[in-house]
Nanobody, 126 residues
Framework: QVQLVESGGGLVQPGGTLRLACTAS????????IGWFRQAPGKEREGVSY????????YYADSVKGRFTVSRDSAKDTAYLQMDSLKPEDTAVYYC???????????????????WGQGTQVTVSS
């Protein structure tokens, strides 16, 4: 059974840190690029970061550049999103998604990804 499971979300104060994990099962994780997306209430899903299958190419949305770091450990079938200096506007449900082949701009919510996780809530509030 194919699964992507996000974990690590929670409530954190502004300026705090969280690390999200995206663990895969049921497919060859090492062959897939991983995108991180988020969706706040009433807003469209937006791309946050992307890491290719080899882990040697990464991309970030301007809103998180310099604060978030994406990585992967293919031996553990897991990708990570390290989130530092969190702001209230980072509050959203965070999703990871996997794609094997190029299917459009990584950040577009309309780009086809093969698999999606169920999401994990991140709330930044004092």
């Amino acid at each position: 059974q194919v699964q992507l499971v996000e974990s690590g979300g929670g409530l954190v104060q502004p300026g705090g840190t969280l690390r999200l994990a995206c663990t895969a099962s049921g497919f060859l994780f090492k062959h897939y690029g991983i995108g991180w997306f988020r969706q706040a209430p009433g807003k469209e899903r937006e791309g946050v970061s992307y890491i290719n299958s080899l882990g040697d190419t990464v991309y970030y949305a301007d809103s998180v550049k310099g604060r978030f770091t994406v990585s992967r450990d293919s031996a553990k079938d897991t990708a990570y999103l390290q989130m530092d200096s969190l702001k209230p506007e980072d509050t959203a449900v965070y999703y990871c998604a996997a794609r094997k082949y190029y299917s459009g701009d990584w950040y577009s919510p309309r780009t086809l990804y093969d698999y999606w996780g169920q999401g994990t809530q991140v709330t930044v509030s004092s």
